[in-house]
Structures are given as C-alpha cells and as structure tokens.
C-alpha cells in the first residue's frame, strides 16, 4: 500500500501513525505541499480536491485521512478499531467532532495563521481569526478535559483511532500557541499519546506544516 503525503502534514503524520501502530508497512509517496504538488494533474488524477494525503492500494483510491484510517484499522482484527458497533459507533463520533469542529475551528486557524502564513510569507496572522480560535479552542478543549477526567483515552480504556484522530490537530500546539497547559488532563493525554513509538517513528520534520 502507498501513502500519497508530505509527511510534516499533521494529517500524513496521524495516518502513517496509524499504519505504524498496526506493524502494516505504507510506502510514503512524497507530495510536497510547499511545491504546490498536490495541484500536479497526476497527483489530481488520484485525488481530485488537490490535498493530502490518498492511499492507494492496488486499483483501490481513497482521500480522507478519517477514511484511510478506517480502511488501515479494517485490515486485521485490532484494538484501534475494535469490531464492535458501538465502540466504532464512538470513535466515529470523534472523529466527526474533530472534522467539524475541533480542527476546523479551532486549531487549523491557530496552526495557519501563527505557523503556515510566515513559513509562506503570507503576510502577518490576522488576529480577528486567531481571537475567535482561542475562543473556539477553549470551547472545544473544555470537553475534552471534562472527559478525559475519568478515563486515559477517548473511547474506553484503551487506545483507538478516536485518540489518533483528535490528537493529529495538535501536533503543532507549542508551535502555535495553543494553551495546552490550561487543560491538566487534556495536556496528560495529549503526552501519553504523542510519546507511543508509532508517533515518534513518523514524526514530521518542523520545517514546514501544512
Ligand atoms: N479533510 C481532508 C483535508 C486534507 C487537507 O486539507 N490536507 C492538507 C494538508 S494537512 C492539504 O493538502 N493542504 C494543501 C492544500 O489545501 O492546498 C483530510 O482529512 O484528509
């Protein structure tokens, strides 16, 4: 299988991690955002939206990194995504919190304007945005600390695809200033998470984020 990504992509990252997590071994095909690569007609080809990352596995395409994640896990019998209606039920509730709100909302604005826009020169961070992404962050990270209160992972006991999901927007959280130290039980997952092997082995360069 390959994985059409630019590794300092925070969602490139979560699904190696994911690929590396589950001892599946995914060949990284390199589309380097800074490059305008993904806007390549053979890249556009496999993925018509132009972003990363897209697997391939023989003649089977797939964009969407929650999708790709699903289809990795899927692979063999795991405990990321246990086959259980309702616990996949619940990762999938996260992970669609993540898509439409979490990342969305409140921490892609931080990370582009505060890391991407200068490694662009893009122009200075427009602090309009960046006020109502500090103010949609502690919305959303309140929820996280209230439940991660009273168990060490999203969904149960146990690590799934719902940590790797919720965890990938903060890979640059020092980088962007989000106040992570706010939040003591949010700040404890968020360590027990990003210090699992498979997040070191595909950890991105710091170079650029995207
Ligand atoms: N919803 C998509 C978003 C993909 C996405 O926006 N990827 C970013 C990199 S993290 C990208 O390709 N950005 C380049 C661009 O939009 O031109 C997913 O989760 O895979």
């Not at 289809?71 to 992970?95: C, M």
């Not at 969904?155 to 919720?166: I, M, N, R, W, Y």
């Amino acid at each position: 299988m390959k994985l059409h990504g630019f590794p300092p992509s925070p969602r490139t990252w979560a699904a190696r991690a994911v690929a590396a997590q589950l001892g599946m071994p995914l060949e990284l095909v390199l589309v380097d955002l800074s490059k305008g690569q993904q806007h390549a007609p053979d890249y556009r080809a496999i993925n018509p939206t132009g972003r990363a990352p897209t697997l391939v596995d023989g003649d089977f395409v797939l964009w969407e990194t929650t999708a790709i994640m699903q289809y990795l896990a899927g692979q063999k019998p795991n405990t990321l995504w246990p086959d259980d209606a309702r616990v996949r039920a619940d990762i999938v509730r996260w992970q669609s919190w993540t898509l439409a709100h979490w990342e969305k909302d409140s921490c892609v604005p931080l990370v582009f304007e505060r890391l991407v826009k200068p490694i662009l020169g893009a122009g200075p961070p427009d602090e309009a945005v960046i006020a109502r992404a500090l103010e949609n962050f502690a919305r959303d990270a309140r929820i996280l600390e209230t439940h991660l209160a009273s168990q060490p992972y999203l969904v149960g006991q146990a690590l799934t695809l719902a940590d790797f999901s919720v965890a990938g927007p903060l890979v640059y959280a020092q980088q962007a200033g989000m106040p992570l130290a706010d939040y003591p039980k949010l700040s404890e997952w968020f360590a027990r998470v990003s210090a699992l092997p498979c997040w070191k082995q595909t950890a991105p360069q710091p170079a650029a984020a995207a």
